[in-house]
């Protein structure tokens, strides 16, 4: 099963490697080829360069695994984690920016910012400015380190048959297989490809529908306005979206069968890897057929508006799916995410992680150490033991683990949400729906 993910990976990207053609049959509508021609130009570029851009992407991402490799070998000889090497030799490094530097991207953003005054929004402005400094000064380390290396390349990463076992780096004596790029880069290759195509898919979607409306109007001798009034708004007694959304698809379904639609874009295989469930919080039976993992920040708003929509999909299926919490704060970016994160795992030894967790997401705005004990009374726990645990390595251990395991799973960003071991792409309440049917057997 472990080599799952490596073979779709390596049908996935053989078939791109092909270059698509502007007079490629992307649709037929009632004997009628759509081709990329009848798109958008920009998309219709996208569609056809996609497989010279995803062979650019290949490369650069085996760039950034060398890199991470250098950075690897660098800790390793240090004996610290990669994040402390580069907190130590360039975050630290980094000077604070002048009050000159500060006022200059205000002066330059003005328009953009609005008429908010300079003190509001400087604790931003000096958080870009940091970050684009650390990235400049991380490259430059990173320069300096490879300079002491033996780096080459082995397998070109575009070829085609390429071999799980197969090398296409070398750091020194250290080999970077085939298998470990697609393990490192798959889900990011195939978000890629995905999103070219969802583009490619709407843009199509919206000329066949628009051809098969005007087909059935002038069929009937009526304009396409009147044909939509009659199959549609009239038909509205609830006035509801899902209501709307319901006569949409009845009317789409019968022109499409009437004028015969077959597209011929199809989207790519969902990448599918093991993502474990560790031993982390979890709601429902550990038996379940569907496994739902999220990745989350408790300072993260996305997460916060995602959370209890998830949770109520999720009732939807009863005992076939289990929920399964993992921490991946983003540090970088909120401050209060890592202790937010401990507080939720010292709950967690008390049983009642997912009650503290709602109150962490609905307080984003204060998660400040004494507001973490507050609603640690607030969620009834024992305070003195709370207070204990927070301060307890193994729960800070505990979260770094979650955190080096997400990013091994391709994780970036928060929410991130697997099912199965598919990630979700588009964070909606369908969308979660018919993630969870799909694993479940029951589309």
């Known amino acids: 099963m472990r080599n799952l993910p490596f073979i779709i990976i390596l049908v996935l990207y ?101 008429p908010v005054p300079l003190a509001e929004v400087r604790p931003q402005i000096v958080r870009f400015l940091k970050q684009q400094a650390e990235r400049e000064a991380t490259a430059k380390y990173l320069d300096n380190l490879k300079a002491g290396h033996k780096i ?28 470990e790029f697609l393990q490192r880069n798959g889900l990011a290759l195939y978000e890629f490809e995905a999103n070219v195509t969802d583009e490619v898919l709407n843009a199509l979607t919206q000329v066949v529908d628009a051809s098969v409306y005007t087909m059935e109007a002038e069929s009937l001798g009526i304009p396409t306005s ?10 509205l007694r609830e006035y509801s979206g899902a209501e709307r959304e319901r006569l949409e698809s009845a009317l789409k379904d019968r022109l499409y069968s009437k004028y015969r639609v077959t597209y011929f874009i199809k989207e790519p295989e969902p990448y599918v890897q093991p993502v474990s469930v560790d031993d982390d919080p979890y709601r429902g ?31 939807e299926f009863g005992d076939s799916v289990r929920f399964v919490v993992r921490d991946f704060p983003l540090t970088s970016i909120h401050e209060n995410a890592f202790p937010a994160a401990v507080a939720a795992n010292a709950a967690n030894r008390q049983g009642k992680f ?34 204990k645990d927070i301060r307890d390595p193994d729960i800070a251990a505990e979260i770094t683990k979650d955190i080096d395991a997400g990013k091994a799973y391709g994780v970036s960003s928060t929410p991130s949400i697997f099912v199965n071991g598919y990630k979700v792409r588009t964070l909606s309440e369908s969308s979660f729906r018919k993630a969870i049917s799909r694993a479940a057997g029951k589309r």
Request: aromatic share 6%.
């Open 14 to 114: 053989s078939v791109t490697a092909f270059a698509q053609s502007d007079l490629d049959a992307l649709a037929v509508v009632g004997g009628r080829t759509f081709t990329a021609q009848d798109l958008d130009p920009k998309i219709a570029e996208d569609w056809n360069g996609l497989g010279k851009r995803t062979e650019e992407a290949r490369a650069a991402l085996l760039e950034q695994q060398i890199d991470r490799k250098v950075l690897d070998l660098e800790a390793g000889k240090r004996g610290v984690s990669i994040d402390d090497l580069i907190k130590t030799e360039v975050s630290d490094k980094v000077p604070e920016p002048t009050d000159a530097e500060v006022k200059q991207v205000y002066d330059d953003n003005k328009s953009e910012i609005g």
């Open 152 to 179: 080459a390349k082995g397998k070109d990463i575009n070829a085609n048959g390429l071999k799980p076992s197969e090398i296409v780096a070398m750091v020194d004596e250290t080999a970077i297989l085939y298998h």
């Open 226 to 235: 009147d044909l939509i009034a009659r199959e549609i708004t009239d038909k």
């Open 285 to 315: 039976k550990k038996t379940a057929p569907v496994t739902v993992i999220m990745f989350t920040d408790f300072q993260c708003p996305g997460c916060s508006g995602v959370h209890p929509i998830l949770e109520r999909v999720i009732a």
């Open 354 to 387: 997912f009650e503290y967790a709602e109150l962490l997401y609905n307080n984003q705005d204060a998660l400040d150490e004494a507001s973490l004990k507050r609603y640690a009374a607030e969620a009834g726990l024992n305070v003195s033991k709370f207070e």
